[in-house]
């Protein structure tokens, strides 16, 4: 048995006050992502309580709370307290997190500044945050591994577990440990993750009136032989670069129509630096899958109304499938700008809830009550 007075001071900060023994552990998750992948990966959880002996006492949801404070912060709110008595409590949220050092900060060298907090330790409690995006588009795999060592630090079997692991740096500083994603394959998962947390595919339903606009003035292409033959005069690259213009100019039509873009002036500039990033590839992922399941009817619409003897005569040339792949392709293209302009009369509020900036302010709203929203 380790002799007591051995024990570095740093982890004797981790032991309980009043001799408190940790028993348990409870997830406290937000609404969204975090509890769809914590409720997921329940059973795998419990295996990982049980590994470490304690006792998983199930998962709570936050749904009008934002978890970004400091996991004695995120006690106080929730609990209404800045105990969690005997249990390690570890707070999964959907909102990215920077590490800016300061002067008066702990430096690792440029790496460190705006880096990625993957997770924030309390060092005198049993309470952590964990930042859902840091891990990417697909985070369970990592998130596990990292609900592990957040245990393992917390229970205080081992001062650091998370040093040493490739791309990781921890930053002790406070009352609290900073575990960062450092590099810039680090910073483009979280950017991915935060896609991932927009969860893009669910922005497409909501745009009823960019999806009608889009597909009438693609069918419009469809019916019109002078839109066949403008198609097959134009050579494959420049309907790509016709594709790339729509695309362009229908994601920036649907940013600033909807005020989607977050302003400096609101939020810190590398929080909205990292909020438009993301902004920008949910809106382009978006418009794509679009694009692609326009393309694809249009294509079949072409080649059941249109017959091929009919298409050669008025394209003066035999016509081959080619040609319908021409003709899908510009009509596509101009059905995306029109959906572009269709974008303007759906939900603003449907549309807004796919950026970070809005559900943060809005969560943030109703945490602090009515009188304080406006």
Not at 77 to 84: I, L, N, R, Y
Not at 149 to 158: N, P
């Amino acid at each position: 048995m380790r002799d007591p007075t051995a024990v570095p001071e740093r982890e004797r900060t981790r032991e309980r006050e009043g001799g408190t023994t940790i028993a348990g552990l409870r997830i406290v998750a937000e609404h969204g992502l975090p509890e769809d992948l914590v409720g997921r990966a329940e059973d795998r959880i419990r295996q990982i309580a049980d590994a470490y002996d304690l006792e998983f006492r199930g998962v709570t949801v936050t749904r009008e709370v934002t978890l970004q404070a400091t996991p004695r912060g995120d006690l106080e709110t929730v609990w209404g307290a800045a105990d969690a008595g005997d249990e390690v409590i570890v707070f999964v949220t959907e909102m990215p997190r920077l590490y800016a050092s300061g002067p008066e900060a702990p430096l690792l060298g440029k790496r460190s500044r705006n880096s990625v907090v993957m997770a924030e330790l309390d060092t005198g409690g049993s309470a952590a945050v964990v930042s859902l995006p840091a891990f990417g588009a697909l985070p369970r795999r990592r998130f596990l591994s990292a609900l592990e060592a957040v245990i393992e630090s917390l229970k205080g079997g081992t001062p650091d577990p998370f040093t040493g692991r490739r791309g990781l740096a921890v930053v002790h500083e406070d009352e609290s440990d900073h575990v960062l994603a450092v590099g810039i394959r680090n910073r483009l998962r979280l950017v991915f993750g935060m896609v991932r947390g927009n969860r893009p595919w669910r922005l497409i339903p909501t745009l009823t009136g960019m999806t009608a606009a889009a597909a009438a003035a693609a069918s419009f292409g469809v019916f019109f032989s002078t839109i066949w033959s403008m198609a097959n005069a134009l050579s494959s690259w420049r309907l790509a670069a016709i594709s790339v213009l729509a695309l362009v100019l229908a994601s920036v039509w649907l940013i600033v129509n909807n005020r989607l873009w977050e302003r400096t002036s609101v939020t810190s500039t590398p929080r909205a630096r990292l909020y438009n990033t993301a902004t920008v590839c949910t809106v382009a992922f978006s418009w794509i899958v679009l694009y692609a399941f326009l393309f694809g009817a249009t294509l079949v619409a072409a080649m059941i109304v249109i017959d091929e003897s009919f298409l050669s005569s008025q394209l003066g040339f035999p016509s081959e499938f080619r040609s319908y792949v021409h003709l899908a392709w510009l009509a596509t293209s101009m059905g995306v700008f029109a959906g572009a302009l269709g974008s303007s009369v759906d939900s603003h509020d449907d549309v807004l809830r796919a950026t970070y900036g809005y559900r943060e302010r809005l969560r943030r709203q109703k945490s602090e009550g009515p009188e304080n929203s406006e």
